[in-house]
């Protein structure tokens, strides 16, 4: 990470008038971007690109530009933060006799351009929208990128941001429960396309299979919270907390306690939850599997708004089961999620495994059934239920190996 | 393969690491190299896009050419 050697080497400047720094994020979610920073006590301002909208094919970058917006130096090195001030900082430089203005789109502009309905004219309100902060924006931002999609399909930029808008919207209150599932579908298609994406093939990897070889992604997060604690200062909350394929090494939520050691309802005789109080909802990265290959399913459960569902905490934690097809793998085939420290709440609860396909699997649709049991309770009665949930994780089976996991 | 003494060193504390259940933050993450020419505004001597973006504090549509007038250092990063 370059960031901390260029804030050493800057902070005078920065304080001196001489110079200013802008971050620019190049991740789903910007907020562990501010954490990280608040963590190495920067407090340089933060624009967020999570839809890649700079188009950009890896990180991290670092330029020099002049007062008029004029790159001169592109590229640089850490070692430049040494000697950035003789370099560019004291230099003097010709004003040119034009300048682009801020870019401030029209947006009734740009969506009366759409009725040419062509691809580059969706992707332009779509990118638009995404910055506008608009109420509702993420609905209609999703809808432009798949009509530019619709005309284009092969336009990987087109297909990454529309997988980033749906995560995004997963991340919101407006999410629905395919959005996961969507937008690691149109990540795929996006890297497909161009496999040579960092940035891209990183978003995809951040929900995927741990790798052989650990890169850690955000376990840094565990430090920083416990080290701005110790100054004394509030971790800045984060929208979504990472998951375990975000970490490289699990955490202690993620420490098999509860676990059942044997098959807890064998016989299914606890009482179903069709929906009524628990919602469940899986998506799989990669969204498509070849034989011999491995995904990693993330399975979420949210209580039911409409019914004031919430888990009971004073009781054992949701715990998981899965059955899998014959010579299919599963790294985790039972599982539970701890409970939440307070007496009752209503938090969604993920669980993620890992499955791995037979060598000799045949292409096609197949399901990996399973069930949760867990306490819950609803508002409407006041009542409190020990209930199961029965699972269908749907994975698709390709002939061919992809190139998106790596 | 040469197996150099600073390899099996290093391949030694990678071992450990493992075993430990840790990973060395401390390791510069390796720089992925680009394989095309950066895109138009990204290069020496070109206007650097001045399309807004969201700040990252509130959500506010935020162009770089705010800040002209003053010279700039844009740090470009991820924090995975």
């Given at each position: 990470?370059?960031?901390?050697?260029?804030?050493?080497?800057?902070?005078?400047?920065?304080?001196?008038?001489?110079?200013?720094?802008?971050?620019?994020?190049?991740?789903?979610?910007?907020?562990?971007?501010?954490?990280?920073?608040?963590w190495k006590q920067i407090d340089w301002p933060t624009l967020a690109d999570p839809l890649d909208l700079l188009n950009l094919e890896t990180v991290p970058l670092t330029l020099a530009i002049d007062e008029y917006g004029i790159?001169?130096?592109?590229?640089?090195?850490?070692?430049?933060?040494?000697?950035?001030?003789?370099?560019?900082?004291?230099?003097?430089?010709?004003?040119?006799?034009?300048?682009?203005?801020?870019?401030?789109?029209?947006?009734?502009?740009?969506?009366?351009?759409?009725?040419?309905?062509?691809?580059?004219?969706?992707?332009?309100?779509?990118?638009?929208?995404?910055?506008?902060?608009?109420?509702?924006?993420?609905?209609?931002?999703?809808?432009?990128?798949?009509?530019?999609?619709?005309?284009?399909?092969?336009?990987?930029?087109?297909?990454?941001?529309?997988?980033?808008?749906?995560?995004?919207?997963?991340?919101?209150?407006?999410?629905?429960?395919?959005?996961?599932?969507?937008?690691?579908?149109?990540?795929?298609?996006?890297?497909?396309?161009?496999?040579?994406?960092?940035?891209?093939?990183?978003?995809?990897?951040?929900?995927?299979?741990?790798?052989?070889?650990?890169?850690?992604?955000?376990?840094?997060?565990?430090?920083?919270?416990?080290?701005?604690?110790?100054?004394?200062?509030?971790?800045?909350?984060?929208?979504?907390?990472?998951?375990?394929?975000?970490?490289?090494?699990?955490?202690?939520?993620?420490?098999?306690?509860?676990?059942?050691?044997?098959?807890?309802?064998?016989?299914?005789?606890?009482?179903?939850?069709?929906?009524?109080?628990?919602?469940?909802?899986?998506?799989?990265?990669?969204?498509?599997?070849?034989?011999?290959?491995?995904?990693?399913?993330?399975?979420?459960?949210?209580?039911?708004?409409?019914?004031?569902?919430?888990?009971?905490?004073?009781?054992?934690?949701?715990?998981?089961?899965?059955?899998?097809?014959?010579?299919?793998?599963?790294?985790?085939?039972?599982?539970?999620?701890?409970?939440?420290?307070?007496?009752?709440?209503?938090?969604?609860?993920?669980?993620?495994?890992?499955?791995?396909?037979?060598?000799?699997?045949?292409?096609?649709?197949?399901?990996?059934?399973?069930?949760?049991?867990?306490?819950?309770?609803?508002?409407?009665?006041?009542?409190?239920?020990?209930?199961?949930?029965?699972?269908?994780?749907?994975?698709?089976?390709?002939?061919?190996?992809?190139?998106?996991?790596? | 393969?040469?197996?150099?003494?600073?390899?099996?060193?290093?391949?030694?504390?990678?071992?450990?690491?493992?075993?430990?259940?840790?990973?060395?933050?401390?390791?510069?993450?390796?720089?992925?190299?680009?394989?095309?020419?950066?895109?138009?505004?990204?290069?020496?001597?070109?206007?650097?896009?001045?399309?807004?973006?969201?700040?990252?504090?509130?959500?506010?549509?935020?162009?770089?050419?705010?800040?002209?007038?003053?010279?700039?250092?844009?740090?470009?990063?991820?924090?995975?």
């Amino acid at each position: 990470m370059d960031v901390p050697v260029w804030h050493a080497g800057l902070e005078q400047l920065e304080k001196d008038g001489k110079v200013a720094v802008v971050a620019i994020v190049e991740e789903q979610h910007p907020d562990r971007a501010r954490l990280f920073l608040q963590w190495k006590q920067i407090d340089w301002p933060t624009l967020a690109d999570p839809l890649d909208l700079l188009n950009l094919e890896t990180v991290p970058l670092t330029l020099a530009i002049d007062e008029y917006g004029i790159v001169r130096f592109s590229e640089l090195p850490m070692s430049a933060a040494k000697t950035i001030e003789q370099t560019f900082v004291n230099q003097t430089y010709p004003k040119p006799a034009a300048l682009p203005p801020a870019d401030t789109p029209d947006l009734s502009a740009l969506r009366a351009a759409t009725t040419r309905n062509t691809a580059d004219a969706w992707r332009a309100y779509g990118d638009a929208l995404s910055v506008s902060g608009t109420a509702g924006t993420w609905d209609a931002v999703i809808g432009a990128y798949q009509h530019a999609a619709q005309l284009e399909p092969g336009a990987g930029a087109t297909q990454f941001r529309l997988g980033s808008a749906f995560r995004t919207r997963y991340d919101s209150p407006a999410r629905r429960p395919t959005d996961f599932q969507d937008a690691e579908r149109h990540w795929a298609q996006a890297l497909a396309i161009d496999p040579n994406r960092y940035i891209w093939r990183r978003r995809v990897q951040q929900y995927g299979p741990h790798l052989p070889t650990p890169e850690p992604f955000f376990d840094w997060i565990r430090d920083a919270r416990a080290q701005i604690a110790s100054r004394g200062e509030t971790p800045l909350a984060l929208a979504a907390e990472p998951g375990d394929s975000e970490y490289a090494t699990p955490g202690a939520g993620f420490v098999a306690a509860n676990v059942p050691a044997t098959e807890p309802d064998p016989r299914g005789r606890i009482r179903r939850d069709r929906g009524e109080f628990v919602s469940v909802e899986t998506a799989a990265v990669p969204s498509t599997v070849s034989p011999g290959d491995t995904v990693r399913v993330h399975m979420t459960f949210r209580p039911n708004v409409r019914t004031k569902a919430h888990w009971n905490n004073e009781v054992d934690p949701l715990v998981y089961w899965l059955r899998p097809p014959r010579a299919w793998k599963v790294d985790r085939r039972s599982g539970a999620v701890p409970n939440a420290p307070t007496a009752v709440s209503q938090e969604a609860r993920t669980v993620e495994f890992e499955v791995t396909a037979p060598e000799t699997q045949a292409p096609g649709a197949i399901a990996i059934p399973g069930y949760a049991l867990y306490y819950v309770c609803e508002d409407v009665n006041g009542v409190c239920m020990y209930r199961r949930r029965d699972v269908n994780v749907p994975l698709e089976v390709t002939a061919t190996p992809k190139e998106t996991k790596r | 393969m040469r197996f150099t003494l600073a390899w099996l060193l290093s391949t030694a504390v990678a071992i450990g690491a493992l075993a430990a259940g840790t990973v060395d933050q401390s390791k510069p993450k390796p720089i992925w190299a680009r394989n095309a020419p950066l895109p138009r505004g990204f290069n020496v001597g070109e206007a650097f896009p001045t399309r807004a973006l969201r700040s990252a504090v509130d959500g506010r549509p935020v162009s770089v050419a705010d800040f002209r007038g003053k010279k700039l250092i844009i740090n470009i990063f991820a924090s995975w």
